[in-house]
Structures are given as C-alpha cells and as structure tokens.
C-alpha cells in the first residue's frame, strides 16, 4: 500500500531520477577537469547524485522510505549550493576591498549553485507530501 499519492509520487522520483543523473555528470566533469578541477567537490557531488538515485525506486512506488533519500538529497543540495554562493559573495567582498585584482560573476557562478537552483521545484513537492504525514 502506497503512502502517499503515487502520481506525485512518480513526479517526485521522475525529477529525482533527473536530478541525480545530472549530479552524477556534473560530479563526474568536475573529476577528471571537464567544468573545473575540484576532485572533493566531485566527489561531493557524486555522493549527492548517489541519495537522489537511491530514493527514486521508493518513491515511484508511493513509499515515505524512498522520501527520506529525497529529503537527505535535498539537505545535502542545499548545504553545499548555499556554501559556494557564500564563498561566491566572500570573494566579492575581497574584490571590493581590495584584495584580489579582478571578480567575475560568471566565474564564480560554480555549478553546484546552479544545481542548488534546479532542485527548488523538488523541494516544494517533497514539503508537500511531508506535510501530509501523520506524526
């Protein structure tokens, strides 16, 4: 039996099953220098693409198991999207101040906090269903 509904349910596993494959490319570019040559931060997204993929088989079935990978994903997006934007806003304080020669945005517009961006869809139909549940 299904724990919530299973039309939102394959929805939510359709944008996760998206969302983990592209963290997964982006993960594996960031590895071998394709985007940038950041392996941790590769790797970090290869960890995040991995809780995204290991939900979507739950929640295709309506199961509130496979939410709890989505909800892990989430965080996870959130926690390191929100970091690259603060160092992004630090390396325009130090350009304001003086310290280094030259900022741009472009460049410092990382892909991680692309990604981060991308998930807010998911990040509203998974409170949906949350707030659904029965505590």
Do not use: C, H, Q
């Not at 724990?3 to 998206?18: H, P, S």
């Not at 310290?99 to 945005?105: G, K, M």
């Amino acid at each position: 039996m299904a724990d919530f509904d299973i039309r939102e349910g394959k929805v939510m596993a359709g944008y996760a099953l998206i969302a983990g494959v592209i963290y997964l490319s982006a993960g594996t570019m960031e590895i071998f220098g394709v985007i940038y040559r950041d392996i941790i931060g590769g790797i970090m997204l290869i960890i995040i693409a991995a809780t995204y993929l290991a939900g979507v088989e739950e929640t295709f079935k309506g199961s509130y198991r496979g939410l709890s990978f989505l909800i892990g994903g989430l965080f996870l997006s959130a926690i390191y999207g929100i970091l690259y934007i603060l160092m992004m806003i630090a390396n325009w304080l130090e350009y304001l101040i003086g310290n280094i020669e030259s900022f741009s945005l472009i460049e410092e517009m990382r892909v991680e906090i692309w990604l981060f961006f991308t998930i807010l869809p998911l990040v509203y139909l998974v409170w949906k269903n949350v707030r659904k549940i029965k505590w």
